[in-house]
């Protein structure tokens, strides 16, 4: 990120600072902090379950703990005006291995930031959300834009609910760490995406502390790695340049 004196910077941080304390105020997770305990009473062989800390759901996956989830309540931090220039997004867009041909899937998509902005690369952007509210936006936003090749769908949990070999690339853009079901999810996106397809993930640099932003809500590549391989996708490159984000693509084998 370029800024214009140390003054900026320190106040970038700041601002920055503040907003991450908002990510941390909200909602928990469906399942709530008594069904995670009822769960860490059964066998998983998949997650652990312990106490929860001040920002996460006390379920874990592979040594991660999973973060609360931000929610439609975060749109404006989503679009905030300095937005592009905190986190590079045009170097982003354009690092996305798409070509005019390509079907995207944009999951946890929000109020369509990087949807809008990569429709007009591609043939088409399914933009995935949850949230009935995320949904009406985005779909109010198609129209307003006139973008044609925008499909709103409504995701699940442990899945996007698109069909078998049908998407090119999968993008998260700081949502993987909040996927309550990330194997399920991922086995998913597996099947959805046809063969030789590419998940990209964005998500704060884990190993950086000067990122200014709660640590379950950044990760590290090699746990992002374990997690990905562990589930069939093979990685391919770590595009730097992005000033507080990784920049990660993976393959499926």
């Known amino acids: 990120m370029k800024t214009n004196s140390p003054e900026a910077m320190a106040n970038?941080?700041?601002y920055l600072l503040a907003a991450s304390v908002f990510f941390c105020c909200c909602k928990p997770p469906a399942s709530g902090g008594k069904a995670v305990q009822q769960q860490s009473q059964?066998?998983?062989s998949v997650y652990t379950y312990k106490r929860s800390s001040k920002n996460g759901i006390g379920k874990f996956y592979k040594g991660r703990e999973i973060a609360q989830v931000m929610g439609f309540s975060g749109a404006g931090w989503l679009e905030r005006d300095t937005r592009n220039q905190e986190e590079n997004v045009e170097l982003a867009v354009k690092n996305l291995p798409v070509d005019k041909k390509s079907v995207v899937a944009d999951i946890g998509a929000g109020t369509g930031f990087y949807t809008y902005r990569i429709a007009p690369k591609v043939s088409k952007v399914i933009a995935i959300e949850l949230e009935d509210e995320a949904l009406d936006y985005l779909k109010k936003r198609s129209k307003e834009l006139k973008q044609n090749n925008v499909e709103v769908v409504k995701g699940a949990e442990k899945a996007p609910n698109l069909p078998d070999n049908s998407i090119d690339l999968a993008l998260m853009v700081d949502v993987y760490h909040e996927l309550e079901f990330p194997h399920?999810?991922?086995?998913a996106?597996?099947?959805a995406l046809k063969t030789g397809g590419k998940i990209v993930m964005l998500e704060y640099k884990g190993e950086d502390p000067e990122v200014p932003i709660k640590d379950l809500h950044k990760?590290?590549?090699v746990q992002i790695s374990k997690e990905l391989t562990a589930n069939g996708f093979k990685f391919v490159e770590d595009k730097e340049g992005l000033?507080?984000?990784?920049f990660l693509i993976y393959q499926k084998q």
Do not use: N, V
Request: no cysteine.
């Open 189 to 191: 996106l597996y099947k």
């Open 12 to 14: 970038f941080k700041t």
């Open 42 to 44: 059964q066998k998983d």
């Open 219 to 221: 990760t590290t590549l």
């Open 243 to 246: 000033p507080m984000q990784h």
């Open 184 to 187: 399920e999810y991922l086995q």
